[in-house]
């Protein structure tokens, strides 16, 4: 079950609710009484990232880092 904390509450005590939320608890923030928002632990990643793992997926044109000169223009406010 998730604690609720007003919105005033939780402007005064953020560092403290943030340690109790790093432990794992969920808090419920309300304004009047009412939930607005919840603070949630973030997810860790479980297994460590595999590089190249959309290899083969992507396909990047032999020209893509060349600008074409209407999208400079553009860029710099010229044209249309």
Same mark, same amino acid.
């Given at each position: 079950?998730?604690?609720?904390?007003?919105?005033?509450? =939780?402007?005064?005590?953020?560092?403290?609710?943030?340690?109790?939320?790093?432990?794992?608890?969920?808090?419920?923030?309300?304004? =009047?009484?009412?939930?607005?928002?919840?603070?949630?632990?973030?997810?860790?990643?479980?297994?460590?990232?595999?590089?190249?793992?959309?290899?083969?997926?992507?396909?990047?044109?032999?020209?893509?880092?060349?600008?074409?000169?209407?999208?400079?223009? =553009?860029?710099?406010?010229?044209?249309?």
């Amino acid at each position: 079950m998730a604690t609720s904390v007003n919105i005033y509450e =939780a402007k005064t005590h953020l560092s403290q609710l943030l340690d109790r939320v790093a432990r794992g608890e969920e808090i419920v923030l309300a304004r =009047a009484g009412r939930p607005v928002a919840r603070l949630v632990p973030i997810g860790h990643r479980t297994e460590p990232r595999v590089p190249g793992a959309w290899r083969g997926l992507v396909h990047l044109a032999n020209d893509f880092d060349e600008l074409p000169p209407e999208v400079a223009a =553009a860029f710099r406010g010229e044209g249309q």
